[in-house]
């Protein structure tokens, strides 16, 4: 089976490595991230405020550092906004936490808003256009939601006619556009808001469980399966009205290793991929 390896991408220095990576991500723009903290929360503790460090490294290689005030997610998401503000945003909600769920920065670590958008956070992704994208998974099958920076509800898939739509496993947003490849019956969704007419696209496909997509014109490829299957990078066709497949192969590791854990990202033609212990970024473009 063909093994496509890993572009070296973007890394944490080793002058930060004493802390610890709440998260990790890579914006719409290609900046990678890195929430870092003094202390990991513990399961039964309650979470108190405290300070957190961005770490940043755009395309070109340089790098910036932010400081957040007052971080309230024990297990968060974090993503950027365009303005270069960031939102922080933990995936489980309680009651008594919503109000708190979401915690909007500017771009000088400071608080300016909080909402909240549903318990279960599955991928949490920001847009060109300072959108924040919200897939879950089935501990709260709502499906798909798109939110303006200050909380205002913009776009929902519940009238969508999306079949089979319980969990998100798979979101990539590039641009203003979002590619989805939802749990049960996994089609490659395509989800335009701001296009009059058929703002939701939907093709049927056969290749099940991906965690992770990445389009380019007329080709899709799907990141991940179920059991033995996880390090599968299977490549399809966007016919009519189905993704027709036409290869699978392995995706590895730049030294041809397999990740192990991990966490991905997919942006437009990207998939972007960091193992365990989460320091670096490889990516995976299926346009080149």
Known sequence: MQKTVLVPYAHLPRAHHDRHVLTSTVDVLGTAHWLLADHVPQRGDAVRPFDALVFSVDPDGHAELTELSAVRARWPHLDRLPDGGFVIAASRARRYEDANQVQVFDALGRETSSFSVGDAIEHLLVDEASRIWVG??????????CWSATGRLTWSSDDADIPGLFDCYALNVSGTTAWACPYTDFPLVEICPDRTHRPVRVWANRIRGAKATAVHGERVAFYGGYGEKQDRLAHGEIMEASVEPSGVGLLALPDGSAPGRRRVVGRGSRIYVQAEPYTTWG?????S
């Open 283 to 287: 990516v995976f473009d299926l346009s």
């Open 136 to 145: 879950h998974f089935d501990e709260n099958p709502v499906g798909i939601r």
